[in-house]
């Protein structure tokens, strides 16, 4: 699935979690996360995020100038992050959930490069629900985009040099009438 020119900087494992795990998970968050619609500003403007969100952490995080406070982990999602961390032999103090509620809510293209995430971050990327469509594309050069469709369950690794040299996006799917929640485990220093 990932190309043979994205595979230093990337790896998929398409059913990290089971679809069962996935759908229970997927479940429990929509149901019991106090999530949050938060307003961003770009270039001057100021709306709504297109999508709700939660963090859970040790320290505080900030991206788009919104400030992420401490707030511990929930049972469930710490377990599954000691299971990233066994399975990837890298450790992660922190979660940002993404609650896409269907295919009018997105995230635009971006790379996450804040200074707290280190030189070279890992972010391990769970998807829940409906499968989207996660775009990479090329910082420099050509501007190659690729296309990814992400299934319930999969794990996405992003490390290396792919914050650096590529950004990411989901973008607005209109006939996509379900839910995903996007998990991204990273480590804040």
Same mark, same amino acid.
């Given at each position: 699935?990932?190309?043979?020119? =994205?595979? +230093?900087?990337?790896?998929?494992? $398409?059913?990290? #979690?089971?679809?069962?795990?996935?759908?229970? %998970?997927? &479940? /429990?968050?929509?149901?019991?996360?106090?999530?949050?619609?938060?307003?961003?500003?770009?270039?001057?403007?100021?709306?709504?995020?297109?999508?709700?969100?939660?963090?859970?952490?040790?320290?505080?995080?900030?991206?788009?100038?919104?400030?992420?406070?401490?707030?511990?982990?929930?049972?469930? =999602?710490? +377990?599954?992050?000691?299971?990233? $961390?066994?399975? #990837?032999?890298?450790?992660?103090?922190?979660? %940002?959930? &993404? /609650?896409?509620?269907?295919?009018?809510?997105?995230?635009?293209?971006?790379?996450?490069?804040?200074?707290?995430?280190?030189?070279?971050?890992?972010?391990?990327?769970?998807?829940?629900?409906?499968?989207?469509?996660?775009?990479?594309?090329?910082?420099?050069?050509?501007?190659?985009?690729?296309?990814?469709?992400?299934?319930?369950?999969?794990?996405?690794?992003?490390?290396?040099?792919?914050?650096?040299?590529?950004?990411?996006?989901?973008?607005?799917?209109?006939?996509?009438?379900?839910?995903?929640?996007?998990?991204?485990?990273?480590?804040?220093?």
């Amino acid at each position: 699935m990932i190309p043979p020119e =994205l595979q +230093d900087d990337f790896v998929y494992i $398409e059913n990290f #979690l089971s679809e069962d795990e996935a759908d229970n %998970l997927m &479940n /429990y968050l929509v149901h019991n996360i106090d999530w949050e619609e938060r307003e961003i500003t770009l270039f001057g403007k100021t709306y709504m995020q297109p999508r709700l969100i939660k963090w859970f952490g040790e320290r505080e995080y900030t991206y788009s100038n919104e400030r992420m406070r401490v707030e511990m982990f929930p049972g469930r =999602l710490d +377990d599954l992050r000691l299971k990233l $961390e066994e399975n #990837l032999g890298y450790k992660f103090n922190s979660v %940002l959930l &993404n /609650y896409y509620r269907d295919g009018n809510d997105s995230m635009g293209r971006h790379s996450d490069d804040e200074k707290e995430l280190g030189i070279r971050p890992i972010v391990a990327s769970i998807s829940l629900g409906v499968q989207r469509d996660f775009v990479i594309v090329e910082k420099l050069g050509m501007k190659r985009r690729y296309v990814f469709p992400l299934e319930s369950g999969s794990l996405l690794v992003m490390k290396g040099d792919s914050q650096k040299l590529y950004a990411h996006e989901l973008p607005k799917r209109k006939k996509v009438k379900e839910g995903r929640i996007n998990l991204t485990f990273r480590y804040v220093y």
